[in-house]
């Protein structure tokens, strides 16, 4: 008799801790106990670089440009964000003449953690593209760049 009411004992008070764990669920999941998740969100950028002409005299001339995103305040989300960095993609969309290349450039932000073993800590801001655009041999001709990068931020 004792130990069929110590198994109920037992088998009522895991069941009572079951049903009081549903119930108390959905309050322990609200959005204000727990810190935001990152969003990932894709951006995109382009541009482009025309050289002027070559000289009768075969002087090939060149032209260099470059782009930025985010290089606006509509484009800078409000929030804040990181690049993330294996996301990060470099297009050449154009290319005429001799000598083009695209170059990315990341602008990075440095701060400190203030966590003991993490230190300082990097994280993207920005990214730039510089461009160089250069004619052929042939007199007349112009040389022509169009670059895209693309990618992922993560913002709260």
Known sequence: MQRSIGKFISFFSAFLLIV??????????????????????????????????????????S????????????????????????????????RRGDGGHCVLSLGEESFDTGIPGVGRVSLVKSVTINMNARGNNNPGTRGRLAC???????SE
């Open 63 to 94: 032209a260099n440009a470059s782009f930025t995103w985010p290089d606006t305040e509509e484009e800078t989300p409000e929030d804040d964000y990181s690049i993330i960095k294996d996301s990060i993609k470099v297009e050449e969309l154009d």
């Open 148 to 154: 895209k990068v693309s990618g992922k931020y993560e």
């Open 20 to 61: 009081t764990s549903f119930l108390m669920l959905p309050t322990l999941v609200k959005p204000s106990n727990y810190q935001a998740l990152a969003a990932e969100r894709f951006f995109s950028e382009q541009g482009d670089v025309t050289s002027p002409p070559t000289t009768p005299g075969r002087r090939r001339r």
